[in-house]
């Protein structure tokens, strides 16, 4: 069976930004249904795209195929805005081609309509928590928080999972069988957009009903007490609507409150130029003299939510609103140098490419037999020495300023030809 892994950045403005991310997890194209869910285009409502990152991390299908994108609106995720250019979710019937969405509604148009697409899911937070009756403020009809929000009862034209109604009423009921308060209930609530509701008539969903896909929004409540109870029932619902058509998954994790937390702390890592790793984790609010590029540096994040935001001299790091460091850059010109590196670590040596980190317990030793590159351990210093390899340093050796993390054991060993930067590696203190 094949399984492919895809991230397809769209519209690329530069190389540090993109408009969002797609990403592909496919056993059979030609035979199975395609669910397509995406995330993110209210920037305010982090269950939604924090949801569809874990999924695009965390599942692996084993029958079926699921698309993903989880940071449609990145401008917003990054300002923790509904939109920071209008509400996006009211530009999918008619949007002027000089507004700053344009090309990323097209994008995700062209994408729903792809003929293999066989169910679009739009993830939201909504607030409070609908009732059909009116309670008080929290719980009533004009709330949308735990609904599966239909636009019509079913599809005009013929579609497997064209009875909408039904779909959402099974995921509702499922969910349900499985809550962390009585009171988080989930219910169908039916727009009816082409009668009764003129703004949902510009909407992401509406706009895929009116081409005959599918599409369900589902809106976890934002008076849920953190964003991992929101996170664990946007799971539950893609699952439900996973198995309604037959894609058989895999996650790595058990789909509690308490495992959600925990992968929510997880910023893993992000490379630069191919040639700087820094591992997100703990990282200091600022970091200084960032050997990067005068232009053209290109940004990978491991996390899907990754995104940078440049203003004036600094690059601002972020995983989806969250914004967890602060780059500030020393300019240098790119120097290709030989790879891979040889360091001895606790006695024993190693050998690694630029862009990576290792773990040291004792201490470690750059080797280095090259009388043109010089070695600069951010943090060590030694009267006399400009080429810092061929030295034994350990933890105490090191100025903890200088660490990239807060726990102060992790730190950047830098290599230079010519004073044109070759690469860098991290090293841990365990």
Same mark, same amino acid.
């Given at each position: 069976m094949r399984f492919s892994f895809i991230f397809l950045f769209l519209m690329a403005a530069s190389l540090y930004s993109a408009p969002f991310s797609l990403i592909k997890k496919e056993t059979d194209t030609l035979n199975s249904p395609t669910l397509l869910v995406i995330g993110g285009i209210h920037g305010n409502e982090p269950g939604s795209y924090f949801a569809a990152a874990i999924l695009s991390q965390y599942y692996q299908i084993k029958q079926g195929n699921l698309w993903v994108v989880p940071d449609l609106n990145r401008p917003s995720i990054q300002q923790n805005s509904r939109g920071i250019n209008g509400d996006m979710n009211r530009k999918f019937s008619d949007i002027d081609p000089k507004d700053a969405d344009f090309e990323t509604v097209q994008d995700i148009q062209k994408i729903m309509t792809e003929k293999q697409v066989g169910l679009i899911l739009n993830l939201h937070d909504g607030h409070g928590f609908y009732r059909k009756e009116h309670l008080n403020t929290i719980f009533n009809?004009? /709330?949308?928080?735990?609904?599966? $929000?239909?636009?019509?009862?079913?599809?005009?034209?013929?579609?497997?999972?064209?009875?909408?109604?039904?779909? !959402?009423?099974?995921?509702?009921?499922?969910?349900?069988?499985?809550?962390?308060?009585?009171?988080?209930?989930?219910?169908? @609530?039916?727009?009816?957009? @082409?009668?009764?509701? %003129?703004?949902? @008539?510009?909407?992401?969903?509406?706009?895929?009903?009116?081409?005959?896909?599918?599409?369900? /929004?589902?809106?976890?409540?934002?008076?849920?007490?953190?964003?991992?109870?929101?996170?664990?029932?946007?799971?539950? !619902?893609?699952?439900?609507?996973?198995?309604?058509?037959?894609?058989?998954? %895999?996650?790595?994790?058990?789909?509690?409150?308490?495992?959600?937390?925990?992968?929510?702390?997880?910023?893993?890592?992000?490379?630069?130029?191919?040639?700087?790793?820094?591992?997100?984790?703990?990282?200091?609010?600022?970091?200084?003299?960032?050997?990067?590029?005068?232009?053209?540096?290109?940004?990978?994040?491991?996390?899907?939510?990754?995104?940078?935001?440049?203003?004036?001299?600094?690059?601002?790091?972020?995983?989806?609103?969250?914004?967890?460091?602060?780059?500030?850059?020393?300019?240098?010109?790119?120097?290709?140098?030989?790879?891979?590196?040889?360091? $001895?670590?606790?006695?024993?040596?190693?050998?690694?490419?630029?862009?990576?980190?290792?773990? !040291?317990? /004792?201490?470690?030793?750059?080797?280095?037999k090259d009388s043109n590159t010089r070695v600069n351990i951010i943090g060590f210093t030694q009267k006399g020495i400009k080429d810092e390899s061929n030295v034994t340093v350990g933890l105490k050796d090191l100025d903890s300023k200088y660490a990239i993390d807060n726990t102060n054991k992790s730190y950047r060993i830098e290599f230079y030809q010519k004073n044109r930067f070759c690469g860098m590696v991290l090293v841990h203190f365990n």
């Open positions: 009809p004009n /709330a949308w928080g735990q609904t599966c $929000v239909i636009d019509q009862v079913s599809l005009e034209e013929d579609h497997p999972f064209g009875n909408l109604n039904d779909i !959402a009423s099974k995921v509702s009921k499922e969910l349900n069988h499985g809550l962390i308060e009585d009171h988080h209930l989930f219910d169908v @609530r039916n727009t009816n957009t @082409r009668f009764d509701d %003129e703004a949902m @008539r510009q909407s992401l969903t509406y706009f895929a009903v009116s081409h005959n896909k599918p599409a369900f /929004a589902i809106e976890t409540s934002k008076n849920l007490p953190t964003l991992h109870h929101k996170v664990f029932y946007q799971l539950r !619902a893609i699952e439900c609507y996973m198995r309604l058509m037959g894609i058989e998954y %895999e996650r790595s994790f058990d789909l509690n409150i308490v495992s959600i937390q925990h992968l929510l702390q997880n910023n893993e890592h992000l490379t630069i130029n191919n040639n700087i790793y820094l591992d997100l984790q703990n990282l200091k609010n600022s970091l200084s003299f960032i050997p990067l590029q005068s232009d053209g540096n290109e940004f990978k994040f491991s996390h899907p939510l990754g995104s940078i935001q440049k203003s004036k001299e600094q690059y601002d790091l972020f995983i989806g609103n969250q914004k967890i460091s602060t780059l500030i850059p020393s300019y240098h010109t790119k120097e290709i140098c030989s790879e891979p590196i040889s360091i $001895v670590v606790d006695g024993k040596t190693n050998y690694m490419p630029f862009a990576t980190d290792f773990f !040291a317990t /004792a201490d470690f030793k750059v080797i280095n």
